[in-house]
């Protein structure tokens, strides 16, 4: 790495999810001396995963936007040391099936597949599909937008092409259209009840343009899962950063982030003060807004995002099962799921059997995550001493559940882990506890800035930086805000 003379600059980064520790190499690499914290033991904050009695349970990725070497976010992920040439990225096929009355259908990762195996199912839809398949194909071009911000010196420098302009111009109106439906109403314009329950993919409130562009990606052969998941792609991560000379302190939650006459000076933790010239907060905004500032700040959009961010949340379960389960599709239950005043009537579940390491020999890791925002229900129930045995009651249903459809799984299921809102506010101190931001049908992509108009040397990045947000926000709102701190002081970006 080239030092210059931005080695005399400290910089400190709160939060080592992937937003933090991809601000914290760039940084670093661009020269500046960067420590970067996390209040928990391990980095990768929301992208993780955890073992239990010999299972790993997969907690973050299903699928990668920019795990395909054709994208631009590629190049970042391979920058930042989450991906490479010898991490295999694996891309399982069908991408999501369903049962209805006893029949399996499927999407697959070719759209064109995908088209041919529905038309057999109901032929009387055929006109709704090749309209699927004409959007698909549209939006399987686009890509989200990796640009340096203006003014910044960099090495490589990153602009936007007039064909890539005219090509994005070019999606607008079908983003405009699809994102005036919800998911629920795209699906309920297919006459077959099967295809209908396919098409319910994403959760209750997303737009149908959230679910297209998801198909497209798979299209253009994106969307893997890289090999070991969260945790190893997280480890790859911390691991570029301290070959780099980077400090990561982990275990130490920052108290407040320090401004004195209008510039940030560091921050607080619990053991002392640690002074710098610059201060990016990447724990999640809402959260940071209202625990890391003794004086608000005052800046119009962070309002803005404080207001209009509609945060997602879920409720994870993890299962471990002594027996080998077949992969299924997503099936009706014959007795309905209840757990805090939600009614779960169907069942999928990502299955890992295929994946070295994620089991016991003869085992099986299975999860599933319920999307839903139940942190009041479960809050309550902490509060009335009653989450563990709300959290038991949901386990012992799903165990119920799984025997039925499993029957060699009675008696052998050895764990079964529940992550509620509470558990991902307490590992990740994000608002809820919430990973993305719902987009509604009519709602206009945000970007907000990532910097303070009133502080100096004050930056933000992370999932709430953009909505839906996710990991590809995560990653490129990293970038950004070690963009906005060479800027700051007229070095390169490299």
């Not at 006459?261 to 990016?280: H, N, P, Q, R």
């Not at 579940?349 to 099986?364: D, K, V």
């Not at 509470?422 to 993305?436: F, I, K, P, V």
Request: neutral net charge; charged residues 25%.
């Amino acid at each position: 790495m080239k030092e210059n003379n931005a080695a005399m600059k400290k910089v400190i980064v709160v939060g080592a999810g992937i937003a933090g520790m991809t601000a914290a190499i760039y940084a670093r690499r661009s020269g500046f001396d960067v420590t970067l914290i996390e209040q928990h033991s391990i980095a990768g904050g929301m992208c993780t995963s955890w073992r239990r009695k010999g299972y790993l349970f997969e907690g973050a990725i299903h699928w990668l936007i920019g795990s395909s070497h054709k994208t631009d976010a590629h190049e970042l992920w391979k920058d930042t040391g989450a991906l490479g040439d010898d991490v295999r990225v694996f891309l399982p096929d069908p991408f999501h099936s369903v049962e209805h009355e006893g029949q399996v259908l499927s999407l697959y990762r070719s759209v064109e597949k995908t088209a041919e195996h529905l038309r057999v199912v109901s032929p009387e839809d055929v006109p709704r599909l090749h309209q699927l398949v004409k959007d698909v194909k549209a939006l399987s071009k686009m890509q989200m937008p990796i640009m340096d911000i203006k003014g910044v010196k960099a090495e490589n420098p990153k602009r936007m092409s007039s064909g890539f302009a005219m090509t994005m111009m070019s999606l607008l109106p079908t983003i405009s259209r699809l994102s005036k439906l919800s998911c629920r109403d795209f699906a309920a314009r297919f006459k077959h009840p099967g295809i209908q329950k396919l098409l319910n993919l994403l959760p209750e409130g997303y737009d149908a343009s959230s679910f297209v562009i998801t198909l497209a990606s798979l299209d253009a052969g994106d969307g893997g899962y890289p090999e070991g998941g969260s945790l190893a792609m997280a480890d790859r991560m911390a691991q570029t950063f301290t070959d780099m000379g980077g400090t990561l302190i982990m275990k130490a939650k920052v108290q407040k982030v320090n401004i004195k006459d209008g510039k940030a000076t560091g921050v607080t933790l619990e053991s002392g003060t640690l002074d710098a010239d610059a201060v990016i907060v990447t724990q999640e905004t809402i959260a940071a807004l209202d625990n890391l500032f003794d004086v608000p700040i005052g800046d119009k959009w962070l309002h803005e995002l404080r207001a209009e961010a509609k945060p997602v949340l879920c409720t994870f379960v993890g299962v471990g099962i002594k027996a080998e389960i077949p992969k299924t599709p997503v099936w009706e239950l014959k007795e309905p799921i209840h757990y805090a005043g939600q009614t779960i009537t169907s069942l999928g579940l990502y299955n890992y059997a295929e994946y070295e390491g994620y089991a016991p020999e003869g085992g099986t890791a299975l999860t599933t995550a319920f999307i839903s925002d139940t942190y009041d229900f479960w809050k309550q129930a902490k509060a009335d001493g009653r989450y563990e045995q709300e959290k038991q009651s949901l386990a012992e249903q799903i165990s119920k559940a799984i025997c039925r459809r499993y029957p060699q799984a009675v008696g052998k299921i050895e764990v079964i882990d529940i992550a509620t809102p509470l558990t991902y506010e307490r590992y990740t101190s994000a608002y809820r506890g919430s990973w993305m931001i719902l987009k509604e049908p009519g709602d206009k992509m945000k970007r907000y800035p990532g910097h303070s108009e009133n502080v100096n040397g004050l930056y933000f990045a992370g999932h709430r930086l953009m909505s839906p947000g996710g990991l590809p926000v995560a990653l490129i709102s990293g970038r950004q805000a070690a963009q906005l701190v060479c800027r700051q002081f007229g070095e390169v970006f490299r």
